[in-house]
């Protein structure tokens, strides 16, 4: 499956920006979709990961409740609403696409990966 992040930006601190990735290639409902972020000089980090049938859920602790992650797998397109914007948030996210009924938060874990956009928050 091919992916494609999109929706980054600029903001100041306090505001909000929403996240796309779209999927082609394959069933788009057939995986378990993820967000990831890297900042400059960090690690991959998990943010946010949703089943197949956006049953299940799950968040980094730092961005439950200001971050929230849907699907809609009629337009093979997953979503990352970020609000309340910090500047710690600031990093290069990531979509990725997992084959895994489990929703896991391991980077690893994933197949697919798109090629991330840019959020920059300013304080």
């Known amino acids: 499956v091919q992916l494609q992040a999109s929706g980054g930006g600029l903001v100041q601190a306090g505001g909000s920006l929403r996240l796309s990735c779209a999927a082609s290639g394959r069933t788009f409902s057939a995986y378990t979709m993820g967000w990831f972020r890297q900042a400059p000089g960090k690690e991959r980090e998990f943010v946010a990961a949703i089943s197949r049938g956006s049953l299940t859920t799950k968040y980094k602790d730092s961005v439950r409740g200001r971050f929230t992650i849907s699907r809609d797998n009629a337009k093979n397109t997953v979503y990352l609403q970020m609000n309340s914007l910090k500047p710690e948030d600031t990093a290069v996210y990531y979509c990725?696409?997992?084959?895994?009924?489990?929703?896991?938060?391991?980077?690893?874990?994933?197949?697919?990966w798109g090629q991330g956009t840019q959020v920059t928050v300013s304080s």
């Open positions: 990725a696409a997992d084959n895994s009924v489990v929703v896991f938060n391991i980077p690893l874990v994933y197949d697919y």
